[in-house]
Structure formats: C-alpha cells, structure tokens
C-alpha cells in the first residue's frame, strides 16, 4: 500500500489518484477534556486529583481502561459505515514523557495509540497523530493542558527541545506505517510574537528532525492563532516544507450559543460563513498549497439545559453544518470535523444518560455548567453578571483602549477574564469534588465508569451522521 503524499493542492494515494480525507477528531481520547468527559479544567489536575482519592495503583487503573474502552472495533466499524476514512487522534504529550523525567519515554506509552491506529487500518481508516498538548502549553486553551493562560511553550527553547524530541520518536515508530496518513505537529500554535518567529522556527526544526527519520509522511500544520493565521509562514513555504499540508480550523460563529443572530441562511449568513472560510485559507490558495479542515463543527443544545428550545435550536445548528459541508464539497475539500464521542454537547456518538458514569455525575454537571466552568460553547446567563465589575473594573482603568487589546486578539476583555476566572479559577475549586465522586471504588466500580464510554453505551447524534455520510463519499 502506498504512502498518501501532498501533490501541489491535493492529497494522492498510490498512482496519484486524488484521495479526500473526511473524517472527524477523536478528542478526548489521549487528549482528555473538560466538555468531552466532563470534569472541571485540565487534564493533568483531574489525573493528579485522583491519585490523591483513589491512590496510584486504582487511578492509573482506571484511566487505562477509559484508554482502552472509549474506541474499540465497534466505532471503527460505524464510523467507517458513514463512510468516513480518516481520523485525526489527538495525543497530550504527557502519555509519552513525564514533567518530571523529560526524554525519557514510558512504558506502555504506545500501547492505546497503536491499538487505535490498527483498528482503523482494518477498516481502512486512516489516521492523523495529532499533537494537542505541547510541554509549556502552545496556548492559553484549556486544550493545551498546562493550567495557565501564558503559553510558556514559546519562551522556553527546552520546551520546544523535548518536543522535537518527541515528534522524532513518533515518526522512528510510525516511519513504515501507510495507514497513518500524517503528523499534525501542534495543533492550534498561539504563538505571541509579531512575527510568529517562535512557530516559524519550531516548524523548521521539527520538520528537520522529522524528515531525518521519515520521509514518507505528511506533515500537516496549523496556522497560528488557532490555526487561523498564516500571514508570517514563509514565502518559499512549498518548497522548505515538503509533502506538507496546511491547516485551518473553520468553526464557524452561527454554530455557537454567542452567535449574533439565530441561523436562517440568509443570503448575508451564506456570505459570512463563506467569507470567513476564503480568509482563512487564502494564503494557502495563494501559494497553491495543500488545504486540510483539521476542526470545525457545531455545538448542540441538550434537553437537560436548553429544554423546549432544544430541537429548534438544533435545527439551526445542523442548517449550518450542511451549509459548512457543502462549501466544503465544492472545494473537494479535506476535513475532520471535532469531534468524535462525548458526553453530549458535540460528538457524533454520545454517552448515555442511563450509564453509570452519566448518573454519577448528574448534579455535578448541571452545576458544572450553570457556572460555565468550561469556555467551549459556554452559556453564561447565570453567572455573566458577576464578572461584569471586573471586565468594567479593566475598561475603565487602563488609559489607552490599544493596552486592552492583548494577545490572542480572538480574546475580548470579556473573554480574556472569563477564561481565567472561570475556566481556570472556579474550575480550580471543583477539581478535587470531582475526584471525591470516585471514593470507596474498587477496580470492578472503576471498570463499570470506563464501560460507559464503549460505543455500545452511546447515543448516536443522527442529525449530524446523516449530514456526514451524505457528504463522506462525494
Ligand atoms: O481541543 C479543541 C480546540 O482545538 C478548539 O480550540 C478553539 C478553536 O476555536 C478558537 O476560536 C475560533 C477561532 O476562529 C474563529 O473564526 C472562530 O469563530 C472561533 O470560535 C478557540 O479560541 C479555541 O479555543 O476548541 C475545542 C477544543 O475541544
């Protein structure tokens, strides 16, 4: 079988025929996170919380078998029946080394990811290893696992070493594996500098490294500024970075619960939602590179929450979904929609209500989300006017308007405050409640939890997959 390759704008397998990768994103997998699985802010404080509840032994037990439960043969085989060929598998960078032991890799620390990656290959799936943490945080998200909203990843060159480091691991393992359609290197870089020259240097030198080990896959990169950015990527892009594809996330604004206006595809909607798309790869289109949509996709409104307005709100969602898909489908575009399984707010398969870990964490949720601890398609009626003093408070004592316009520019003042007083601060306190939910479990009532997340104890988001399968195969 042959390696799928960049041929100028296009993805080609064996003999050049062009092979379009549709598929979506496997988050909260190797890359846990707070809307996904539903615990309160990063991943690495939930796993530290509960080894303090449940000791070492017990709570590496249990995330082992979330690893091992969340994707089996039962989800390649649906997904490949929608007719979906790729899946971009988001990995934290704290599987494979330690904080605390950098460079040094840990047992085991292929053991889910391989599994995953031969699963799909016999369903003919590819994959796409997504680096989602980078050591230091490549951003202030909550995605990035670091707790803290500077994105240390770009001051401190060690940081960068270890991923390098990292990254050549991965290509030395997977060098020979055709399945794996490519390496997204880090995924949504918010790189601070004017010039993106923190980025622009990291690509160079894991490119570099990468290439030293393998020349067989492609690499695929991110704009900066969560993949929406790439005024400072070099002119001669195509020819320093071979067999390389370029990535945009197009979350589109009328997907979300902010969005300015409700969704009726007016013609100045259609225009907007195509505009935004064009600007965002029009340096790609320009120096007549490869395109990937390695994010997109709409939130849902769930009953528990949004009550009677639920389907309607809905409706609108998905009316932008296929508007998305068939922009999409003009361009022959490639792309991976976010995102695969959760507990009920984006994925194509969801855990049910009637399993125990939904039951468990029941009233946690409904709190969890009347204080819109998580920033991802938040709703922030409850909670909205205790912050306002402070964004005020901000407004009103910096002198010049300019200082209030911080990096990443996507952060308002409101953003910026909501983001580190909520999604880190408040998140903070919830942090060890959520461990305690777990006390007194043995390994049986730790396996039961994991068990919810199997494919057969999830609801399937049937608006969403028929809207994918009716566009896997074009
Ligand atoms: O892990 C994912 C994570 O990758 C994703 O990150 C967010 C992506 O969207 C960003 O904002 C968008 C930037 O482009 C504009 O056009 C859109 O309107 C914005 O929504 C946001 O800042 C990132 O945090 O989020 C979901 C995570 O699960």
């Not at 918010?190 to 570099?208: E, K, N």
């Not at 929609?337 to 468990?360: A, E, H």
Request: proline share 3%; aromatic share 14%.
């Amino acid at each position: 079988m042959a390696f799928l390759k960049v041929s100028g704008t296009k993805l080609v397998g064996g003999e050049g025929s062009e092979v379009v990768l549709r598929g979506a994103g496997l988050g909260g997998w190797m890359t846990m996170e707070n809307f996904i699985t539903g615990y309160p802010g990063c991943e690495f404080q939930v796993r530290e919380a509960l080894e303090g509840v449940l000791g070492e032994e017990k709570s590496n037990y249990f995330f082992d078998k979330f690893l091992e439960h969340f994707f089996t043969e039962k989800d390649a085989v649906f997904f490949r029946s929608l007719g979906l060929n790729c899946i971009r598998i988001a990995i934290n960078y704290r599987h494979f080394e330690d904080d605390l032991n950098p460079r040094v890799l840990k047992k085991d620390a292929y053991k889910h990811l391989d599994r995953v990656i031969n699963i799909c290959a016999a369903q003919s799936i590819y994959t796409v290893i997504d680096m989602h943490t980078a050591p230091g945080g490549q951003s202030g998200g909550w995605h990035s696992d670091s707790g803290v909203h500077i994105a240390k990843f770009w001051v401190h060159k060690d940081f960068q070493d270890r991923l390098v480091w990292l990254w050549t691991d991965i290509a030395e393992h997977y060098k020979d594996n055709p399945w794996v359609a490519g390496y997204n290197v880090l995924n949504e870089p918010a790189d601070p500098h004017p010039t993106h020259s923190g980025l622009i240097t990291f690509y160079d030198r894991v490119y570099t490294a990468i290439r030293n080990v393998d020349l067989n896959h492609i690499l695929f990169l991110d704009g900066n500024t969560f993949a929406t950015d790439f005024s400072h990527f070099p002119e001669n892009s195509g020819e320093r970075w071979e067999n390389t594809a370029y990535s945009i996330h197009d979350y589109a604004v009328y997907g979300f619960p902010n969005s300015p206006e409700p969704y009726e595809r007016s013609g100045a909607q259609l225009e907007r939602l195509r505009k935004t798309y064009e600007r965002k790869r029009r340096w790609i289109d320009e120096k007549g590179l490869c395109a990937w949509n390695g994010e997109w996709g709409p939130v849902y409104a769930r009953r528990e929450y949004d009550a009677e307005e639920t389907d309607q709100i809905n409706e609108r969602r998905y009316m932008v979904l296929e508007d998305q898909l068939q922009i999409y489908a003009q361009d022959k575009l490639s792309w991976s929609i976010w995102l695969y399984k959760d507990i009920g707010f984006q994925g194509m398969v969801y855990v049910s209500q009637l399993t125990p870990y939904m039951k468990l964490f029941k009233t946690f949720l409904e709190r969890k989300h009347r204080l819109a601890v998580d920033a991802w398609g938040k709703d922030d009626k409850d909670v909205k006017h205790i912050y306002q003093p402070i964004v005020q408070l901000i407004k009103d004592s910096v002198s010049d308007d300019s200082n209030l316009k911080l990096y990443p520019p996507l952060w308002s003042v409101e953003e910026r405050v909501t983001r580190l007083s909520r999604t880190m601060l408040v998140a903070e306190f919830l942090v060890k409640e959520w461990a305690e939910m777990f006390s007194g479990m043995d390994f049986a009532n730790l396996e039961e939890l994991a068990k919810s997340f199997r494919f057969e104890n999830c609801e399937k988001r049937e608006g969403l997959n028929k809207a994918l399968r009716a566009n896997a195969g074009l």
